[in-house]
T-cell receptor
Framework: AQTVTQSQPEMSVQEAETVTLSCTYDTSESDYYLFWYKQPPSRQMILVIRQEAYKQQNATENRFSVNFQKAAKSFSLKISDSQLGDAAMYFC??????????????FGKGTKLTVNP | DAGVIQSPRHEVTEMGQEVTLRCKPISGHDYLFWYRQTMMRGLELLIYFNNNVPIDDSGMPEDRFSAKMPNASFSTLKIQPSEPRDSAVYFCASSLGQGGEKLFFGSGTQLSVL
């Protein structure tokens, strides 16, 4: 069974600075996908970034980038030039590829990010 | 497209009452998921459908919970009878395909069972 662990329940960062959120996972799959989702106070879950495990290059989306360490099963999220709108809960998640139509996305418990002006 | 639409946004009910949560997925999405979010357990997958057929309901906590998807544009999650420990935010999500596809979430239903 897959597990996803986020060891930082809360983090804070000053506006315009950089912050890194940690995530580790455990899976027996050789291929899988990793995600970071953002949940602002509005409650809507929004995809921030996605990484395919067979791709060695780290995914980036504007100010968001990941540090994917496959051997260590680590998938951290770096937010550069933090903005007040980045304040939210961030969830790391892992999903196996489709196997007979049965696939599940497993979430970590989340990290609450506060951005200080 | 308006995105995944859930109703109601908030539901307050008394223990023992039946609760029905509703979801309209994004048109063309073949997969529909129901998640429950609590402080203690985080986000848990309850059940998911592929082309309106339930594929995996192993996350449904007990027989008081049931979910249906009578057509491609509508799904319900029913709790009968409801209990205070069912209080949570219930999310519906849909996606185009399998594995690494992006999930599109609804805004969730905040359920409070008194």
């Amino acid at each position: 069974a897959q597990t996803v662990t986020q060891s930082q329940p809360e983090m804070s960062v000053q506006e315009a600075e950089t912050v890194t959120l940690s995530c580790t996972y455990d899976t027996s799959e050789s291929d899988y996908y990793l995600f970071w989702y953002k949940q602002p106070p509005s409650r809507q879950m929004i995809l921030v970034i996605r990484q395919e495990a067979y791709k060695q290059q780290n995914a980036t989306e504007n100010r968001f980038s990941v540090n994917f360490q496959k051997a260590a099963k680590s998938f951290s999220l770096k937010i550069s030039d933090s903005q007040l709108g980045d304040a939210a809960m961030y969830f790391c998640a892992s999903s196996p590829p489709a196997q007979g139509g049965s696939e599940k996305l497993v979430f970590g418990k989340g990290t609450k990010l506060t951005v200080n002006p | 497209d308006a995105g995944v639409i859930q109703s109601p946004r908030h539901e307050v009910t008394e223990m023992g009452q039946e609760v029905t949560l509703r979801c309209k997925p994004i048109s063309g999405h073949d997969y529909l998921f129901w998640y429950r979010q609590t402080m203690m357990r985080g986000l848990e997958l309850l059940i998911y459908f592929n082309n309106n057929v339930p594929i995996d309901d192993s996350g449904m906590p007990e027989d008081r919970f049931s979910a249906k998807m009578p057509n491609a544009s509508f799904s319900t999650l029913k709790i009968q009878p409801s209990e205070p420990r069912d209080s949570a935010v219930y999310f519906c999500a849909s996606s185009l395909g399998q594995g690494g596809e992006k999930l599109f979430f609804g805004s969730g239903t905040q359920l409070s069972v008194l």
